[in-house]
């Protein structure tokens, strides 16, 4: 049996690429799996996906609004009563240079890449300190940690996410809350789509090969903490 057997875990931005591969990877593991993103369709339409043995919960919301990330987390005190593990893979991109960006594209960039962050990380670490564990995991991305030209808007969003996490890290230790980010490279999803760039998407690593390593972090001794993680196509690999 799993180690995340009756473990309440939260993904965030279920419905996408990696959100969606990482609950098909939890849903064997025993986990009550709560599902949030912004559209109530197509979250219900993945938890009908899965099998009838899965305990889900699926709540609409979109994380750039603080009330309704506090609505979340309400949703989850009322009907699980804990939260052991929160998934941040929800995320948008942006690649275009620097003076052709412009403020609605900066602030689309910063309210879902970096506040929506906070704003779930900040108030899910307020639930998993009351029982003194948790886990936060968040999918940064390769650019949280390496500039790429056209990347400025994308990349300050990213790089704040990085610095954010390992603030909240060292305040939250204490608690017993661990931290844990991902830096995925070229992952074949969604977020190539509104791209104008060729790219050879047979290159790029699967959702299911990154959700595999998001499980084994969650799976890891509770006395490990994986603290930052890459994974690249061998396409393209950055150190």
Known sequence: ???LADRVVLVVGATGGIGQAVVEELQATGATLVLAARS?????ALAERLPSSVTVQ???CDITQPAQVSALMQAIRSQQAR???LINAAGAGLLKPYQKITAAELDQMLDLNLKGCFYTSQQAAELMKEQQQGHI???VGI???HSIAMGSAYCAAKFGVVGFSKCMAEELKRYGIRFSLFY???VDTPFWDALNLKIDRQKLLRPATVARLIRATLETDPHAVPLELSLMPDSHVFF
């Not at 109530?40 to 219900?44: A, E, I, K, T, V």
């Open 184 to 186: 995925f490279g070229g």
């Open 40 to 44: 109530r369709d197509r979250l219900q």
């Open 58 to 60: 699926i709540q609409p």
């Open 137 to 139: 995991c968040t999918v």
């Open 1 to 3: 049996m799993s180690v």
């Open 143 to 145: 650019l949280g940690k």
């Open 83 to 85: 939260l052991d593990i």
